[in-house]
């Protein structure tokens, strides 16, 4: 037995009343889509979700400022865009910045913007994200890795509204909604003291916890088809049908890269798959689907896909806190020279 995708006119579709350049998304046959709330590209039918998305849609009229918290790939983007989506501020930018990809000693310039000649190499002046976001919205994702050099800076934007750019004493005036997001624990930083215990009370006023995969399993076979609909119309192919023990597999997965993970794994499936059923390598399931190796895998095989899964969790940084070097335990010369070695471009696995 197979799930077999129905036609695509009845697909359910799931998108802001405004329009946008989601609105011809098609969705799973038979799915909730949390349509009723108006949340594009957020699937799922789970208490979980529909918990996190009743909180949404009671803060987001709102201007309070908003944390939220999860595992890497729960989607805490798309979260922040819905908060976003469904605010008076719509209609202005939604400003979004990692501050885990950015070299701290730029962190300050990208932020808050500076003069020309503030520092060797400004050679213009240039409005940072919280200028941008004049209007709007600023989505600071991994809030955590913000250095206490930069931390009270922050807090005084945050709660006073103003700042100043890099190399300038004039002071800018703003009015942006801030949304914060991080996977770290944020009170066990303020206890160790590397957070300021002031600017996360700041960042706190309305906290919102993301739920991981493995607590809304009952959303993977949404997803599946999701994802599988979404990566078959890019590549033009055909596939109408998903076996019952490969949905199994994928829903007992533990998916601990949470949705980025499955929507990954769910995109080689289909770029695997030669007919209209969903071909999915079910060997590749285990604790980790990306470093299992398979008796006829080699060790650059088993190399090649370790780096690959710790770019993805580190969203394609090699360096800093939580970056891919890190994570495999390895200095950043050597990681260099082994993906230079197994052909491997970290901008394949950006954000």
Request: with cysteine; hydrophobic share 40%.
């Amino acid at each position: 037995m197979a799930t077999v995708f129905t036609d695509p006119g009845g697909f359910m579709k799931a998108r802001f009343s405004k329009v946008s350049d989601f609105e011809d998304e098609q969705l799973c046959p038979g799915s909730e889509i949390s349509s009723g709330y108006g949340f594009e590209d957020i699937v799922g039918k789970s208490s979980a979700l529909r918990r996190v998305l009743d909180q949404v849609a009671i803060v987001a009229p709102t201007n309070a400022t908003v944390l939220l918290h999860g595992e890497t790939g729960t989607g805490k983007e798309l979260i922040a865009r819905a908060i976003h989506k469904l605010s008076s501020r719509r209609h202005r930018n939604f400003v979004c910045m990692n501050c885990a990809s950015v070299p701290s000693g730029l962190l300050e310039s990208d932020v808050f913007g500076h003069e020309r000649g503030a520092f060797t190499g400004a050679l213009m002046q240039k409005k940072g994200r919280l200028e941008l976001a004049d209007g709007g919205t600023l989505f600071l994702d991994e809030i955590g890795d913000i250095s206490l050099e930069l931390q009270p800076k922050l807090l005084r934007a945050v709660q006073e509204q103003e700042f100043e750019r890099l190399g300038s004493t004039r002071t800018i005036q703003v009015d942006v909604r801030m949304i914060a997001a991080t996977h770290r624990s944020l009170p066990e930083m303020v206890r160790n003291g590397s957070f300021r215990e002031d600017l996360f009370y700041r960042l706190n006023v309305f906290p919102i916890e993301i739920p991981p995969l493995r607590e809304r399993r009952e959303d993977i076979p949404l997803l599946v088809h999701y994802f599988v609909s979404k990566a078959s119309r890019r590549m033009g192919k055909q596939i109408r049908s998903i076996p019952d023990y490969a949905m199994e597999h994928l829903t007992k997965n533990p998916w601990r890269g949470n949705i980025r993970e499955l929507a990954n794994f769910v995109e080689r499936a289909v770029i695997l798959t030669r007919g209209d059923e969903l071909e999915v390598p079910t060997v590749a399931f285990s604790s980790s689907p990306e470093l299992c190796i398979t008796p006829s895998s080699t060790f650059h095989q088993a190399e090649s896909g370790a780096i690959i899964a710790a770019l993805k969790e580190a969203s394609g940084r090699l360096s800093g806190r939580g970056g891919a070097a890190e994570r495999l335990g390895l200095k950043r010369t050597t990681l260099q020279t082994k993906m230079r070695k197994l052909n491997i471009c970290r901008a394949d696995y950006g954000c």
